[in-house]
């Protein structure tokens, strides 16, 4: 079998592939203990009910434990060594001030505290000659330091080590032989830029003690779920761990461990290949991705190609790994509305997640977007998951007639639930011009894919706003990051910097191969050692170029002219270009993709367009301030070809669509929804 999980704030989504037919199941997280929903998983779905001799078990995760132990500050405890001198290159970091009139800001605090900040006496100068030499002494006062701090987890960042690292590999020897688990800068990321270094190596570090014992915990329930299948013979049973990097494509579970901070975007990550997949299947290659889930919105540009960036800030950390360029928001089914002092209407970031969750879930007491639906009409009382979780709206109208209680000018129970879902609109419509029209982009000229449990009940309206032409809704939209993960590739991605300039073409061009050569044969040994070979590998070449006395980079093919194609892209991301000004290859990359056997999406032929027999029954819903009968389609009902026309809502497993007065809805023949605005 062949499992992919992605472990929300609120749901745990599963798509898993057996005897050739991919089937879906959802259960709510368990957010103090995220791999115990995972158990539950493998449990569910009967492992060892395939009828072939061996039990084998490929499990491929998305997760949100190194984004979560971030946000809450509850990673490992760290000590930082660093060349003598730059011990608060983490307290002083750029000097940005994140709000510029605000005298009362503070600032974060470092993840690693003075106190556990060592300076070792040793120097490489900026051209890589060795200044002052790292003693054997020396190493052991480090040794003898971190071991008096109380540190778990070590950090080894010293200065200009990408271009020298033996200082830093005899250090991480002698530390790694004390017992600590050790995170080594140039092994990291072998870059310039000493804060952003710094501090990626520090929260890899960070995050090193808890996705080791989260990822043992995966591997065990794993082991034990084809343990329990029944085989006779142990040679028959295998399980192998794999999980979601941010930058796209999965890396295996121990390497997952050693160098968690390839994963703190790990979920979204999958919701961005998922959503690339899917419309390329349809024909769709300029795409917004738009992912709603219980607690964040996240949505990200496709334009063929995923767009990725080493310039990502979590919860005001740089983190400088290739991550697929995503924006979020707190804006989920979870997000809780309430009023400010001046009376004004809030909703989000704060969610009510899986515990105690929306108030008709039956717990919550505190009014969200998923109750607002459910007064609206948009969602029924039978529930969700196909019934299997219940929704209470008699409970739903009590609180949130508490909540109402004395505001002025709110009349009904309808207008707060209305209230509720434009401003949360809003919010969702601010991050799409982010990522759309801020860059340049107009959102005229894409699809928008619309996932997640609560994606479809926004879809339209969003697209209506932005006037985006077309919304598709897949198929399994409320495990849509499931379904890219459990269609990813294995990647890999290493770089160097090499700060050259740029004298002719053929010239760089030969200065930079023996850079590319020495990329090549390091990720071709990885790539080997997981098991791929030949054409299953495919090899790409990056390089960061920039114009010379600036301070940043962009990222270029490093195939034919790549110096026009710079300039290129600095016309089309900047609104200009200078071809006669010198340029820099800052840094080469390299991108490795082990091709993982293809997973079929059937396609159906297209048939009748009378959707009618798929109306399981009828309800008031609210649109526009307005009650209106509309039909309720069964989704697992609709065949290729159907036509629906709103108002009307399709209900299924993983999520509910709705769509509004004046759009029509077809079913294309991988049985995705295409929504259009009536007469287009």
């Known amino acids: 079998m062949r499992v992919a999980i992605d472990t929300g704030g609120t749901f745990t989504d599963c798509l898993f592939l057996r005897d050739g037919r991919i089937e879906i199941l959802k259960i709510p997280s368990a957010r103090s203990d995220p791999a115990k929903a995972i158990a539950d998983v493998l449990q569910q779905i009967a492992v060892g009910a395939s009828r072939s001799d061996k039990a084998e078990l490929d499990l491929l995760c998305g997760t949100t434990v190194g984004t979560n132990a971030i946000l809450e500050r509850r990673g490992g405890r760290v000590a930082l060594v660093t060349t ?88 991480a020897r002698r530390l790694r032989k004390a017992g600590y688990a050790v995170s080594v800068s140039h092994e990291i990321l072998p870059e310039f ?38 085989k006779r013979s142990p040679a028959s049973r295998r399980s192998r761990v794999r999980v979601m990097q941010s930058g796209g494509g999965i890396l295996p579970a121990g390497l997952a461990a050693r160098e968690p901070v390839r994963t703190v975007l790990s979920g979204p990550a999958g919701g961005v290949l998922g959503a690339r997949r899917v419309a390329a299947d349809a024909g769709y290659d300029h795409v917004i991705s738009f992912d709603m889930g219980g607690t964040s919105t996240d949505v990200a540009l496709i334009e063929r190609a995923l767009r990725t960036t080493n310039e990502s800030v979590i919860a005001g950390l740089p983190i400088a790994v290739p991550m697929l360029e995503i924006h979020t928001v707190g804006a989920g089914g979870g997000s809780i509305a309430r009023f400010d002092r001046a009376g004004a209407l809030r909703v989000g970031p704060e969610s009510a997640g899986a515990d105690p969750g929306p108030i008709c879930y039956g717990r919550g007491e505190l009014p969200t977007v998923t109750d607002a639906h459910l007064i609206l009409g948009r969602l029924g009382s ?16 009590d609180f949130m007639h508490r909540a109402i209680r004395g505001v002025r000018g709110m009349r009904s129970l309808e207008q707060f639930a209305q209230g509720i879902l434009d401003v949360v609109e809003a919010t969702m419509e601010k991050a799409i011009r982010v990522i759309s029209i801020e860059k340049g982009r ?107 006395g600036q301070a940043y980079e962009l990222l270029v093919a490093a195939a034919g002219d790549f110096v026009r194609a710079f300039h290129r892209e600095h016309e089309r991301r900047y609104g200009y270009s200078d071809p006669a000004r010198p340029v820099e290859v800052v840094n080469v990359r390299a991108r490795f993709t082990g091709r993982m056997s293809a997973i079929p999406w059937p396609r159906r032929k297209l048939g009748r367009a009378d959707s009618r027999a798929a109306i399981v029954t009828r309800r008031q819903v609210y649109f526009a301030g307005k009650r209106r009968e509309t039909p309720i389609y069964s989704r697992e009902q609709l065949t290729p070809g159907n036509l629906l026309r709103g108002p009307a809502v399709a209900s299924e497993y993983s999520a509910t669509t709705v769509v509004p007065p004046g759009w029509t809805v077809r079913v294309d023949e991988f049985e995705n929804l295409i929504a259009t605005p009536s007469g287009t």
Do not use: W
């Open 84 to 171: 003598a001198g730059f011990e608060d290159v983490l307290e002083i970091g750029r000097q940005a001030r994140p709000r510029l009139y605000d005298f009362f800001v503070e600032r974060l605090e470092p993840l690693v505290p003075s106190e556990r900040r060592f300076g070792a006496r040793e120097r490489v100068a900026a051209d890589g000659k060795v200044i002052a030499p790292l003693s054997p002494a020396e190493i052991s006062r480090m040794v003898r330091r971190v071991a008096a701090s109380g540190a778990s987890s070590i950090a080894v960042c010293l200065l200009f080590s990408f271009l020298r690292p033996e200082h830093e590999r005899a250090l």
């Open 193 to 230: 830029r000493e804060f952003e270094r710094t501090s990626t190596t520090v929260v890899n570090a960070y995050l090193a003690p808890v996705m080791s014992r989260y990822l043992a915990e995966i591997e065990r329930h794993a082991a034990a779920a084809v343990a329990a299948s029944g």
């Open 382 to 397: 039978e529930g969700l998951l196909g019934g299997d979780f219940r929704l209470h709206e008699d409970r739903a109208r």
């Open 442 to 548: 107009d959102p005229r000229d894409y699809t928008l894919v619309a996932f997640g449990g609560a994606g479809g009940l926004h879809a339209c309206t969003l697209a209506a706003c932005l006037s985006i032409p077309r919304v598709l809704i897949p198929k399994f939209p409320g495990a849509l990051s499931a379904l890219g993960i459990l269609r990813a590739d294995v990647v890999k991605d290493f770089s160097q910097t090499v700060l050259l300039p740029v004298d002719s073409l053929p010239a760089v061009t030969r200065s930079l191969r023996p850079h590319f050569s020495g990329l090549a044969r390091h990720g071709l040994r990885e790539m080997r050692a997981e098991g791929f070979s030949g054409s299953s590998i495919r090899l790409e070449y990056f390089v960061e170029a920039r114009y010379v």
